[in-house]
């Protein structure tokens, strides 16, 4: 079981992914033995958590060969929703599961405009994405909102036995239910056979529409719980917040070795990657490079992976011919 | 369900039971079945019944609207008029998932894998079997391999779909319509890709489901197929039903008499084709199975039109085959080309105005062999001499550069672009300035080389203004010359019968000048009248000085087109004959080795 576990792990898309993290960490702790301190590693596994959870949601949107631009605007709108009900005294229960009610609802929306009016989901996510921003302001107003509740910011940062995040453990949860959903359900199949080849998959007898829904629903789930986590974390929260999220979502997919012409999904690629990212980002903060160049080197990173996506399609391509 | 551990298979097959007590009536009824498209109305009132336990054929040409009739029956299209009833009651379906749920299973035409999804996760594609929700992969695994097996495919359930033949592929098709439960099987071309044996498995399977109960509609270009398998037969012709007939009060020569009603006339001795053809099938019977593909059409195209195709029966081309004391080097040559394991020692010649063919069985190299002439695999060794010049054709472009111009086998996902219309796809390589070619002066002269080169890369990036004008007069001609049916030049490419689309790459082939043409399948999913058509356009291309590769699973195709055939097996070539001396038998057992 491990042996065929290692194997696939070596044999998959995600190898690079994980090959990569693997140097990223190796490097860095070479380079400035800061990197490898408690609150940096800390810093890089609930980041990484926070990126990875909306991540796997989204590698299932690609897997369908669609897109949602809409993920880092429903992270800000359930992080503020989640601050607003905080500050109104409602209960910590009640607003996680209200900010939670919020990413599926939103998810439902950008699922029914997709399939009930035949959007693309590229414009249509584009759409939403726009009018969350709207919302988001006018609740705010163009203010930062405080959060005065120790409680939520603990349910994030806390280390289990010390050295575990629970934000970690919440990632780990998500990923296994999104596993299970993706690799071991009719509907994980649908989602699959839909970005493979979508008029094979309506002869096939799949309800195309609600396999699209659900999962715009899942992806709005991830995202909302990635905002309220974000929220948790930083304390103060405002219409910045999710910011860009979209891209940060789509890259470690990408980096996880989905391939964005659909059909196949990679949910490890995409934690692995997510650690990557998250490791680049406070490495190149240790050893004193500006922040200002993060997007810089960011979409490098993404350029390459697209670049090894494209190589392996072609490979794949050049494979089919010579079977 | 669980299935039994003795027989898994009969499980695997099973058919919902309850159809039968009332014999009489029928488990698929359709009655006066219209549909129209963009206001033309393609089917005018059908009745089909289908009865549980019999095999019933449905044929027609291309565009008599039997795939229309499918797609109603299937819910993959909704009716205009007309009713279905399924077990005597009325159904209306409003997706295929609906026909699907009802008892409905359909082999679709086209091929509906899905490419990145593995063998196993295709066959129960949304009939996968669950536990709590969780599908269970390895009792899916297990029945999977043993249904595949049945049709005698042993691949492996684990693999990526995309990465197998097409062959292969259409078995997965197959058992994905025929594992799980359903009353009516729907069966469009089912055999297009399959070689005989596969064929004859297939149809093993087709028998079992029968004695099952279960209601079978078999659509098939390939009449002694149909005459082999099915207890009745529906013949529809422009939308119109022609007639329903069991298969003992009919017989081939009747039923093309029905197919091609005026046109067929084309055929003179329709009669003596459909003996011949009936004489074949009864030698398939006694089990004479190896000669199977060999249905006469050789004669039947051959004498059908005289006067149509310049060449008739008489096995003399009207453009010297013999190379002799033709100084110009041949249009192709290959020399001992090598590629992977898949071809080995390969040598070929073409000379202007040849029509050559290929004969070989799937995975015998055919495919590849037209691959390497296309800049689509690679050559490991050996050379390819174009005009006597040697050619890297390592791209398709590098060939079209080269004047080789290749049609896929694949029509629909390599050669037509469904999303544009007629027009579009017959001009998509159409260059008006073609022919404004570098002088051939201008490689001493390197200014003008510079400049001819310039404007050459200017054109390729397809930075110049698209001649309207040009086009729809190129258009226009390639219409006429070819006989392209459709409504309007902007008429969407897939709204068009097989032979059409097929007429319109024809179309696109010849609008880039060709030097050389390699035709893979040029027949595959079209009928009898569009195929004779085709043929003639391949004379006529051969008339004006082309060499042309034809690459066939059918040999009585080969025998009409091409003058020589080399036979090719594991990828070498094991015979080179010409069609005078050569009999189809003979070319069989040059591929079976």
């Known amino acids: 079981m491990i042996l065929r576990t290692s194997k696939r792990v070596l044999a998959a898309d995600s190898a690079a992914a994980v090959i990569a993290a693997a140097g990223v960490f190796v490097a860095f702790s070479l380079i400035n033995s800061h990197f490898l301190t408690r609150l940096n590693i800390d810093g890089i596994i609930v980041a990484a958590s926070i990126s990875a959870i909306t991540g796997l949601g989204m590698t299932l949107v690609i897997a369908m060969r669609a897109l949602d631009l809409s993920v880092g605007s429903i992270m800000g709108l359930a992080a503020i929703i989640a601050a607003h009900l905080l500050g109104e005294g409602v209960p910590l229960g009640l607003v996680i599961i209200a900010g939670l009610a919020v990413g599926c609802g939103l998810g439902l929306i950008n699922g029914l405009l997709i399939t009930m009016l035949g959007l693309p989901s590229f414009v249509a996510t584009l759409a939403t994405l726009s009018m969350i921003l709207g919302v988001e302001l006018l609740i705010t107003q163009g203010q930062t909102i405080s959060i005065h509740n120790i409680g939520f910011n603990k349910l994030v940062v806390t280390n289990i036995g010390g050295f575990l995040p629970v934000a970690a453990v919440v990632a780990a949860a998500v990923f296994a239910v999104v596993w299970l959903i993706f690799h071991r359900t009719p509907f994980g199949r649908h989602v699959a056979a839909i970005g493979g080849d979508e008029r094979a998959a309506v002869g096939a007898g799949i309800n195309i529409m609600a396999v699209t829904i659900g999962t715009f629903v899942l992806v709005g789930f991830c995202a909302a719980l990635s905002g309220l986590m974000t929220g948790a974390q930083l304390q103060n929260v405002d219409s910045t917040i999710g910011a860009n999220a979209e891209l940060t979502a789509i890259a470690v997919v990408v980096v996880g070795g989905t391939s964005l012409t659909g059909g196949r999904g990679n949910l490890f690629g995409t934690v692995c990657a997510a650690g990557l990212l998250a490791a680049i980002e406070a490495g190149l903060n240790v050893v004193n490079v500006s922040s200002l160049y993060d997007d810089l080197v960011f979409g490098g990173i993404l350029i390459i992976a697209l670049m090894v996506d494209g190589l392996r399609r072609g490979s794949r391509r050049r494979g089919t011919l010579v079977t | 369900m669980a299935p039994t551990e003795e027989d898994p298979l009969v499980a695997d097959l099973g058919v919902k039971g309850e159809e039968a007590p009332g014999a009489a009536v029928p488990a698929l009824r359709a009655s006066r ?421 310039a404007a050459v890369l200017i054109r390729k990036t397809g930075l110049t203004w698209v001649r309207a004008r040009a086009e729809r007069r190129a258009f226009d001609s390639a219409r006429a010359s070819l006989g392209i049916r459709c409504s309007r030049p902007d008429e969407r490419i897939t709204a068009l019968s097989g032979g059409n689309q097929q007429k319109a790459l024809f179309a696109r082939a010849a609008l880039t000048r060709p030097a050389v043409l390699v035709l893979s399948e040029p027949t595959r999913g079209v009928d009898v009248g569009a195929k004779e058509e085709i043929y003639t356009a391949i004379d006529g291309f051969a008339g004006e000085g082309i060499a042309i590769i034809v690459s066939s699973a059918e040999i009585s195709e080969l025998m009409r087109l091409a003058a020589r055939i080399y036979v090719i097996r594991n990828g070498r070539i094991v015979a080179q004959v010409a069609r005078e001396e050569a009999s189809e038998e003979q070319i069989l057992r040059y591929m079976a080795g």
């Open chain 2, 33 to 453: 079945l219209c549909k129209s498209f963009d206001g033309v109305e393609v089917l005018h009132g059908v009745d089909v019944e289908l009865r549980s336990g019999e095999v019933h054929a449905l044929v027609g040409e291309n565009g008599a609207g039997k795939s229309t009739l499918i797609n109603l029956l299937s819910g993959r299209l909704r009716p205009d008029a007309g009713h279905v009833e399924l077990n005597g009651q009325p159904v209306e379906f409003r997706n295929p998932l609906a026909a699907r749920r009802a008892g409905i299973s359909v082999i679709a035409q086209e091929l509906e894998v899905v490419p990145t999804l593995t063998v196993v996760e295709n066959v129960f594609l949304g009939s996968e079997p669950t536990k709590f929700g969780i599908v269970r992969w390895r009792d899916a695994r297990r029945r999977a391999v043993n249904t595949l097996s049945e049709l005698g495919l042993d691949a492996d359930p684990d693999r990526a779909v995309g990465a197998m033949g097409v062959a292969d592929q259409q078995l997965v098709e197959i058992a994905k319509a025929v594992v799980g439960q359903f009353g009516v099987l729907i069966m469009d071309e089912p055999t297009s890709a399959l070689n005989l044996e596969e064929v004859e498995r297939l149809f093993r399977v087709v028998r079992r489901l029968k004695a099952d109960g279960v209601a079978v509609l078999y659509v098939s270009h390939r009449l002694w197929e149909v005459f082999d398998l099915a207890d009745r037969v529906t013949v529809v012709r422009d939308g119109n039903l022609i007639f329903t007939k069991s298969i003992a009060e009919t017989n081939i020569g009747a039923a093309i008499r029905a197919m091609l009603g005026s046109k067929s006339s084309l055929v003179t001795d329709v009669a003596q084709v459909g003996r011949e053809i009936e004489r074949e099938v009864a030698a398939a019977r006694q089990g004479a199975h190896r000669n199977e593909s060999s249905v006469p059409e050789r004669s039947e195209m051959g004498r059908a039109a005289p006067g149509r195709a310049p060449r008739s029966g008489d096995g003399q081309g009207p453009v010297s085959d013999t190379p002799e004391g033709n100084k110009r080097p041949p249009a192709v040559e290959l020399e001992g080309v090598h590629s992977g394991s898949l071809l080995s020692d390969i040598n070929l010649t073409v000379h202007d105005g040849e029509v050559v063919g290929l004969a070989g069985v799937l995975g015998s190299g055919r495919t590849e062999l037209c691959e390497t002439m296309c800049g689509l695999r690679k050559v490991d060794t050996g050379t390819i001499r174009l005009r006597g010049v040697r050619a890297r054709l390592r791209e398709p472009k590098e060939a079209l550069a080269h004047g080789v111009f290749a049609l896929s086998e694949d029509r629909k996902s390599e050669g037509i672009f469904g999303h544009l219309d007629v027009r579009e796809n017959v001009v998509l390589n159409f260059d008006a300035a073609r022919g404004e070619r570098m002088p051939a002066d201008a490689a001493s002269n390197p200014v003008r080389a510079w400049a001819g080169k």
